[in-house]
């Protein structure tokens, strides 16, 4: 292709300063809505690469978005940078060993996935900057990811819904481009009100909201025979009304998670959830109200996107982990039983059409597998990237930072998240998703076509699934 002997040369130039920025993400391990020295970080290092940066966007103070060029096609790239409670671990040690007891840390690999978009932002405005391509390119610092869809808020204000192309990646263990769907989210919190009274002395009196939580959660477990297979419910006791039995509790909270496959299917259910609340409430004589947490949609992954980033994968290849590499993960890898790393590759097994025993005695993935597009298909987990690609053409891949069957939201990561595993996992992705941005910038068809089948997969557009008042 076109443009990988400059890049290949290009990533030796920046790749001190794409990793610099994802140790120091690792470092400060800040979760969502609180990544302002993660944010600041990013919009340094951008502003040192010559981009014009605006941040608090969509009224998000950890958000922001970069721009370079003025005139061509448009490509964007999606970065994180959030941290997740209680992930705290020492870099690149193979026992769980938390820096500090129930500090956050970066178990979802969050400190790569933002460097690695960064870092394809800076080559292919190095490329732009050469007169190699005629484009324009936008990184996006998108907060709270793993608990508040930041991509939905920033959705929701417009800024993704210029753009040719979007692309971006997350770090894994097993290299993949995704062609499958997530689950559209949303979290609400149920809360009852009713009134309080002696327990024995007049017990008639009171009106409970604890009974009033526990029946709708009854009636939210008979309703699951009879909503779709994959959607899915789950609930967490937010406010139980108190610890005395002797005291009717005039309040108790619930938080649910409802998803489903597409956005549209989980409003449907989110509307029967709220029937079976109001049931709930009316069989106790209590009064309900609900609050949406937070909501993201599905996603939808863009075939000629998709496929083009599977050639960029193979062109470029995958990382180039060597014996000490090799050697770290195998340390890694023995920290996790067997069958865990089989479940942990389920989803990208799914992706790649491989099979476990591809990977059963494989420590580090070296495997670029073809595009597989399966957009029926859904990983069973949920990500807000799904919203940015309702609003334009958008495509992801995941690839090896870690060894083979390392799950996400574990310490492993953390620790693999800052060693050499993971720096050349981010160097590599930062290669792919340039290539991918340049092809694309110079190939007038390609764009075209990516528009054209995201007509088709999004005919309404952009429905966003936060209330209007959020
Ligand atoms: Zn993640």
Redesign the pocket.
């Known amino acids: 292709m076109e443009f990988t002997d400059k890049i290949r040369q290009l990533a030796q130039q920046k790749q001190d300063c794409i990793w610099t920025l994802a140790q120091q993400v690792w470092k400060y391990a800040e979760c969502n809505w609180k990544e302002t020295k993660s944010a600041a970080a990013t919009a340094a290092a951008l502003r040192a690469e010559g981009f014009s940066v605006t941040e608090g966007v969509a009224s998000l103070p950890t958000a922001l978005v970069a721009h370079y060029g003025d005139h061509g096609p448009i490509i964007g790239f999606l970065g994180?940078y959030d941290a997740l409670p209680g992930m705290s671990q020492e870099a690149g040690v193979a026992e769980h060993r938390p820096l500090a007891a129930d500090a956050a840390g970066h178990g979802?690999?969050?400190n790569m996935?933002g460097a690695g978009a960064f870092g394809a932002a800076v080559l292919l405005k190095e490329l732009i900057a050469q007169g190699l391509v005629d484009a324009q390119v936008e990184f996006f610092g998108c907060p709270a990811?793993?608990d508040g869809a930041g991509k939905a808020h920033m959705g929701r204000a417009g800024v993704f819904s210029q753009l040719d192309a979007l692309f971006t990646w997350?770090p894994d263990s097993a290299n993949h481009v995704v062609g499958t769907g997530t689950l559209a989210v949303m979290g609400v919190e149920y809360r009852f009100k009713g009134i309080t009274a002696h327990a024995a002395a007049s017990p008639y009196s009171g009106r409970s909201a604890l009974d009033a939580a526990e029946l709708m959660n009854v009636g939210c477990n008979y309703l699951r025979e009879h909503m779709i297979p994959e959607a899915r419910l789950h609930y967490a006791y937010r406010d139980t009304g108190g610890t005395a039995p002797n005291v009717v509790p005039d309040r108790a909270a619930l938080h649910y998670f409802i998803r489903a496959p597409k956005v549209h299917q989980m409003l449907e259910l989110f509307e029967r959830v709220n029937k079976v609340a109001q049931g709930a409430a009316m069989m106790t004589e209590t009064q309900v109200e609900w609050t949406v947490i937070d909501a993201c949609s599905d996603f939808v992954p863009n075939r000629t996107l998709g496929q083009l980033l599977a050639k960029c994968m193979t062109e470029l290849g995958a990382p180039a982990f060597d014996q000490q590499d090799e050697q770290l993960a195998e340390q890694f890898r023995n920290t996790i039983p067997p069958r865990q790393r089989q479940d942990n590759l389920a989803n990208s097994l799914q992706c790649s059409g491989m099979q476990w025993a591809d990977y059963q005695d494989v420590l580090l993935d070296r495997h670029t597998p073809a595009y597989l597009h399966q957009p029926k298909l859904f990983e069973m987990g949920s990500?807000d990237v799904g919203d940015a690609s309702y609003c334009a053409p958008c495509a992801q891949f995941h690839l090896a930072c870690a060894a083979v069957g390392t799950g996400?939201h574990t310490w492993q990561l953390t620790a693999q998240g800052n060693s050499s595993i993971g720096k050349k996992g981010t160097i590599q992705a930062a290669m792919i998703l340039a290539l991918a941005g340049a092809t694309a910038a110079v190939n007038s068809t390609l764009l075209a076509q990516a528009k054209q089948d995201f007509e088709a997969d999004v005919p309404q557009g952009y429905i966003c699934p936060l209330p209007k008042n959020e």
Do not use: D, K, Y
Request: charged share 30%; aromatic share 0%; proline share 0%.
């Open positions: 994180e979802c690999g969050h996935l990811e793993e997350h990500t996400a």
